[in-house]
């Protein structure tokens, strides 16, 4: 199938340009050499012409005849006429009339009817004209010869150029195509990625090359930036274990009726809440790390929805809200089972945390043209469309879930599991309530928008 981005390559682009400005060097050329030659054969055929007029007329008036005969025998291209000087045709070649040379003594073609020659009417001293004629279809051969040598040797010129410059493209637009594939690789997320090169040393390789240095620079502070916080949590997260742990014993050393025991168990609420945080921390940066190396392989999502229903549907009922789960049988994906379970339960935990009692949760896993689509829906406090781009930041909370406990971490950790996969989180509003859509498709197809209205 054509290829039109194959035109669009540089190398198409100057390739053509210069079989073109070849083809017309060429075309040029030969077109002199065409327009040169047919002057100078005619030329000669009009010196022909007159040299044999000029000898004939010192010719006597007895002796023309004899001399036409003559001539007309030994020379086949030659033909001759004489005309009285009435107008009357007297000898040689009927078909020579004045009608048809006109009487100025200079050479002219003969009409198309009539054979190809050349022609010119000479009055003779004694009153009589003397026409003298010369065949010119070889000539004129010559020059169909040539003129067809131009046209296809321009069409030959122009062809060649067009098809070089398409197989000289497909290199180059080859490389582009693994460029872009990087570069896609890249804005995924996976900056381990690095742009080819072939070690031709061209522009494309000093392209790649500088953008590989960039990217390393790029890979070492966006991984610096990350660890950041995750090795103060991981470094914290043993020292406040031992502070918990002190702070609980301490509290064994007062009476139950004493004031210090309720600020002990509400420094030991904080300290439970900044233990959870870490260990939220700990577990993204886990997700995030796993990249390429995550656990994939075929799993049954419609079994891991019910699970998840299974697990979350009674604390809803103990909380008083309604429950509908509408689950299609027999779907598969590829993804790691452990964290896509991960993903859901954070989901339903958000929707059951942030809907008020008497609410409705629905659950449903249905079979998409894009792939399978998991709906997590509530009719809780919702997120504003101003925050649904930003509830998946780190420790990001909507207004709304201010007077809820949390540390919002939970739609991080399901963002990087859906980013890990290569899936689209989309997240919506429910008028009232909030809707979670998870698109598990291919990365190859996640175009979709992390939001959606």
């Known amino acids: ?202 522009e494309l390789d000093e392209l790649a090359g500088i953008v590989n240095v960039m990217m390393n620079e790029v890979e070492r502070l966006v991984t610096q930036a990350r660890t950041v916080g995750e090795g103060v949590a991981h470094e914290l997260r043993t020292p406040m274990t031992r502070l918990r742990a002190t702070l609980e014993h301490v509290a064994t050393t007062f009476e139950a009726d004493d004031v210090r025991s309720d600020m002990l168990e509400a420094c030991i609420s904080e300290t439970d809440g900044v233990l959870t945080r870490f260990r939220a921390l700990l577990r993204i940066a886990a997700v995030e790390s796993r990249g390429r190396q995550s656990a994939v392989a075929s799993m049954s999502l419609s079994a891991a929805v019910e699970q998840v229903v299974e697990l979350y549907e009674p604390l809803a009922l103990d909380k008083g809200l309604r429950f509908q789960s509408t689950i299609e049988p027999d779907v598969v994906i590829r993804a790691d089972t452990a964290l896509i379970f991960e993903a859901l339960s954070n989901l339903l935990d958000n929707a059951i945390k942030f809907t008020p009692n008497g609410g409705l949760i629905q659950v449903s896993l249905l079979p998409t043209e894009a792939g399978p689509l998991v709906e997590v829906r509530d009719n809780g406090i919702g997120i504003t469309a101003e925050e649904q781009r930003l509830v998946t930041k780190r420790f990001y909370r909507s207004q709304n879930a201010a007077p809820y406990p949390g540390h919002g971490l939970g739609l991080s950790l399901v963002a990087a599991v859906a980013e890990l996969h290569g899936f689209t989180l989309m997240i919506g509003d429910g008028a009232p309530g909030a809707i979670f859509r998870l698109l598990c498709r291919s990365p190859s197809n996640a175009s979709a928008p992390k939001s959606m209205s």
């Open 1 to 202: 199938m054509f290829n039109l981005s194959l035109i669009r390559t540089t190398t198409f682009r100057l390739t053509a340009a210069f079989a073109a400005v070849f083809a017309a060097a060429i075309l040029l050329l030969l077109g002199l050499i065409y327009l040169q030659t047919s002057q100078i054969l005619f030329r000669r055929v009009d010196h022909i012409l007159t040299a044999e007029a000029s000898a004939m007329s010192a010719t006597s008036p007895g002796a023309i005849l004899q001399v036409i005969k003559g001539k007309a025998s030994r020379d086949p291209l030659s033909s001759f006429a004489l005309i009285s000087s009435s107008g009357e045709h007297v000898a040689g070649d009927p078909q020579l009339t004045l009608t048809n040379v006109p009487l100025d003594g200079a050479p002219h073609d003969l009409p198309a009817e009539v054979q190809p020659r050349r022609a010119l009417a000479w009055r003779l001293p004694w009153g009589e004209v003397l026409i003298v004629a010369r065949d010119t279809s070889q000539l004129i051969d010559f020059k169909n010869v040539i003129l067809s040598a131009l046209l296809w040797s321009g069409t030959i010129i122009c062809g060649s150029g067009v098809l070089l410059a398409f197989v000289l493209s497909l290199g180059p637009l080859k490389r582009v195509r693994e460029t872009q594939r990087a570069s896609h690789a890249i804005a995924a997320g996976d900056l381990a990625v690095r742009l080819p090169i072939n070690g031709s040393g061209d």
